[in-house]
């Protein structure tokens, strides 16, 4: 079936059931899984190792560059991707043949929800899809409606190659205020930047959270020494060392599992539900 999709400017055919899928977006490949078709899934980016199982497909490439002889290879009836920075891998695919459809990036935790539905519909899995929408759903009433009114300012740092914080434009944003804190940069109308560290140190957050690449173990220790060396000793996060290391790609990761994993267990490392 030929479907429209607003990102290209153009319509995609896209089976009426995919069985040989390429996912180039790792919130996409988890929610594959997380709907029940993972094992339609034969090639997948070499970000994505949510859940276990990706790790065992084909890698085509990374979020910015492609294999297509690799791709060639696995005849792919369908490849989903997302915008924003895959922009030009998406009009590349298009310019191919190949049957590229790529889902909006999200800009809050709303918008993982509906992107789970998106996946449910492309794929036929739609009952699969709205179980999983359900759990999410509830999953964020939980802590919309129910949640501990902390208010603590926050500062949040993801190692994406250099030190990347976000503004009010992010799905990250809306995460910390789903925990009932504050980002000390949600009053910027902006998504993801590079901060001045200066500025944070001005801004003194309460609670630090850092997301370093995943698999990184010596990333706490490292983190710790940038700290100093930031002069951020005086900071009220590191002075009442209220400062949250991940276990790696946990906050840049934009899949269900953020919701229904992550929002839980930091809630509980910060004294929470």
Known sequence: MRVYNELLGAEVDVPEEPRRIVSLAEDLTETLFMVGVGDRVVGVSAYCHKPAEACERVRVGTYLRVSYARLEQLRPDLIL???????????????????????????????????????????????????????????????????????????????????????????????????????????????????????????????????????DSGARLRFMKLVNDRGWSGVDAVRQNRIIVTEGDVIAHYGPSLILDTLPAMSGQLGGD
């Open 81 to 215: 991707t997302t915008s924003a920075a895959q922009r030009r891998v998406n009009l590349e695919l298009l310019k191919r043949g190949y049957p590229v459809y790529p889902l909006p990036l999200p800009l809050s935790l709303a918008g993982i929800v509906e992107n789970v539905r998106r996946v449910g519909v492309l794929v036929n899995a739609v009952e699969k899809a709205v179980e999983l929408e359900q759990r999410l759903l509830a999953m964020l009433a939980r802590y919309y409606i129910n949640k501990q009114k902390r208010r603590l300012r926050v500062y949040v740092e993801i190692d994406l190659g250099s030190p990347i914080t976000v503004g009010a434009a992010t799905y990250v944003d809306d995460f910390v205020r789903a925990l009932g804190l504050e980002n000390i940069f949600g009053d910027r109308i902006m998504g993801y930047f590079e901060p001045v560290m200066d500025e944070v140190k001005r801004l003194n957050p309460e609670v630090i959270i850092y997301d370093p690449k995943p698999n």
